[in-house]
């Protein structure tokens, strides 16, 4: 017998609100970026960005960030996504909140909005890189991701498509169908994705929307994850324009919006980590088992990295025979292959072994889940073994 290659581990993840947990204060300032592509458009921008203090045009954190440009729903405002704002730049993410095609008449340009949300992650990593007198100057790490909401999600994959290998990563929220087809231009976006849907997404129901767009991606590394009793405008704070849509359309919601929201941020940042930050993938895999979402994953796991000090949460011996796994505490053990099916399912006790035959081979993801009052312990160890 031998012990198997551990890869990675998971620590505590604390299942609280997305205020808890902020490491930076948040700081905002307007941009106004011209686009010489198109005479006369103006991409107006409100960025939020990691700052000393909280205020407008305060100086920024110190470090480099990420930027995310984000493109907001059908008749919505950028500022019904401040909860998404404060979530991500507390943790250390620029955020172009992009403020254009937001009237109901005459109907906004999908095209066009597209265009902008590329455009304003273009040209303010180009300004944090040789605009010397402006404030972003030197503060964002050079990578970037595309994030939208509805219409804000489709027409991300619009500007995703104009160029091969950009943005960094990504994602969509209940992405809709755009015209010109957001389905039609997947095929040309490579950048890593990642697209959430709502189960009872009445609005822009999976089977029309996210599903077409996930399939027709070019991108070698995608992810689809339906967020179980999810609906099309809970990713949002409440807002008049989206919530009418949802009520009108039929959707009955399984899960509350604060629910909806921390299922979305506790996929989507270790996503952005492991491709904005170059963080370990550990921690996004560990989400692909999560029994909040059904999952479909092409993405292989590479940077996988040693995380010692969670190693003693179980003894691990592969033989001839599968694995002999010892737990230190009880809880529910799952194990998972890299594309989120689960293989195994049982509940374990503290100090008994347990023997798991016929594994396949390949690299596989262990995960522990101990219920500690609010809080819950994932264990995520990844066992390579011939």
């Not at 994705?193 to 929307?209: F, I, N, W």
Request: charged content about 15%.
């Amino acid at each position: 017998m031998k012990t198997p290659h551990l890869i990675a581990g998971l620590g505590l993840l604390l299942n609280f609100s997305y205020l808890r947990g902020q490491n930076h204060a948040i700081g905002s300032s307007d941009y106004a970026l011209p686009d010489p592509a198109r005479p006369g458009r103006t991409v107006q921008v409100r960025l939020f960005y990691p700052a000393l203090t909280h205020g407008n045009n305060t100086p920024w954190s110190s470090g480099t960030f990420p930027l995310i440009s984000f493109g907001h729903g059908f008749a919505m405002s950028y500022t019904a996504y401040q909860n998404i704002w404060e979530y991500f730049v507390s943790r250390g993410y620029a955020m172009a909140m992009v403020d254009m095609e937001n009237a109901v008449i005459p109907p906004p340009s999908h095209s066009d909005f597209g265009q902008d949300i590329r455009w304003a992650a273009k040209e303010l990593l180009n300004r944090s890189a040789n605009s010397s007198t402006d404030p972003i100057f030197g503060r964002l790490n050079g990578k970037a991701a595309f994030m939208g909401h509805s219409m804000g999600g489709g027409s991300s994959v619009l500007g995703a498509a104009i160029e091969t290998g950009f943005p960094d990563a990504v994602v969509g929220l209940s992405a809709a169908e755009t015209n010109p087809s957001a389905v039609n231009a997947a095929s040309q976006v490579t950048s890593p994705c990642l697209m959430l849907a709502g189960e009872k997404d009445m609005v822009t129901p999976p089977s029309q929307h996210q599903v077409p767009i996930f399939n027709a991606l070019g991108s070698s590394c995608k992810v689809y994850a339906e967020i179980k009793g999810g609906i099309h405008c809970y990713y949002a704070l409440a807002n008049l324009a989206c919530d009418f849509g949802e009520t009108t359309s039929g959707s009955q919601p399984g899960i509350s919006r604060a629910q909806q929201q921390q299922a979305t941020y506790d996929i989507v940042e270790p996503f952005l980590a492991w491709h904005l930050k170059n963080a370990s993938a550990g921690p996004f895999l560990n989400m692909l088992g999560d029994n909040r979402y059904s999952v479909v994953n092409s993405c292989a796991f590479t940077n996988l990295r040693d995380n010692e000090e969670n190693f003693d949460a179980l003894d691990c011996i592969q033989g001839s025979d599968g694995l002999h796994i010892t737990f230190r505490e009880k809880g529910l053990f799952s194990v998972y292959n890299l594309q989120g099916v689960r293989l195994f399912h049982r509940r374990v006790e503290a100090g008994v072994r347990l023997h798991i035959p016929d594994l396949p081979s390949g690299i596989l993801v262990g995960h522990l889940d101990t219920g500690l009052g609010q809080a819950v312990r994932r264990f995520a160890t990844v066992i390579s073994h011939p």
